[in-house]
């Protein structure tokens, strides 16, 4: 997964900056919808005026990560930065938005969830964001959880649910988008690169194996089965049987 740097990018309030944090005091990630339709460098430009959250305008996109439609996640600010997405809880949380105005609870909502890309990399992000931040499946909330019933809307607010329960996909998928762990395990098996149980757990083995085959492909080495090495293991596994 690749993520792009928009800190300095996008403009920032002419005179407001964020308080900071030490990283130690994050203990969850939050995860939001936009409710509209606009990418991240718009969302911006809103955050920075005069807004729903702040009539001076705030800081800078009031989110760590925002996830395009397109699937390209893009960071607006630094994790030591204390954002103002979910009241109550942004000294010690990171906050994900989808782009996207998704069906939830309590709105007339658009009718769509979010792309498949999107949900990928929220799935690659937030496991980074695990790792590097010693967060478990129960650290990773949806904005629901703290007052706002629909956001991220139906879909997202299920996956968060089945993470947080640790629920996994373990059926064959033959899409690559949708290639489960237990499938990603079983393709790594059939090259030689995993050799534990498929179960569809993430474990040691399992991370090594993804680590090795990205070494040995080209791959950006980073133990995440992100969409790229998802389709390079989908192309170099094509009498996978299951």
């Known amino acids: 997964m690749e993520i792009l740097n928009c800190i300095k990018s996008l403009p920032w309030h002419p005179t ?3 308080q900071t944090r030490s990283l130690d005091k994050i203990d969850k990630i939050i995860i939001h919808q936009e409710l509209g339709e606009a ?3 718009n969302v911006n430009t809103y955050h920075i005026g005069p807004n729903h959250v702040s009539p001076q305008g705030c800081p800078h996109f009031c989110y760590h990560f925002g996830i395009e439609k397109d699937g390209t996640v893009k960071q607006a600010n630094e994790l030591s930065s204390v ?19 998704f069906n939830g609870t309590g709105y007339n909502l ?8 999107q949900m990928i990399s929220l799935d690659a992000l937030v496991k980074q964001q695990q790792s590097s931040l010693d967060l478990t499946n129960q650290d990773v909330f949806g904005h629901y959880h703290f007052g706002k019933p629909a956001c991220p809307g139906y879909k997202i607010s299920e996956w968060i649910e089945n993470l947080r329960n640790n629920i996994l996909e373990v059926n064959r998928t033959t899409s690559v988008n949708d290639m489960s762990l237990s499938e990603l395990q079983g393709r790594l098996q059939q090259l030689g690169y995993y050799t534990g149980k498929v179960d569809g757990i993430m474990g040691a083995l399992t991370q090594r194996a993804i680590y090795l085959f990205q070494q040995q492909n080209a791959l950006m080495v980073d133990g995440i089965a992100g969409p790229q ?4 293991l989908f192309e170099t596994t094509p009498n996978y049987g299951g």
Not at 110 to 117: A, L, R, V
Not at 229 to 232: A, F
Request: net charge positive.
């Open 83 to 101: 954002t103002w997405h979910t009241t109550g809880q942004n000294t010690v949380s990171v906050g994900i938005m989808l782009v996207g105005n």
């Open 229 to 232: 090495t998802k389709k390079k």
């Open 110 to 117: 658009g009718k769509e969830g979010p792309t498949q890309e």
């Open 39 to 41: 990418p991240v460098e």
């Open 16 to 18: 407001r900056r964020w």
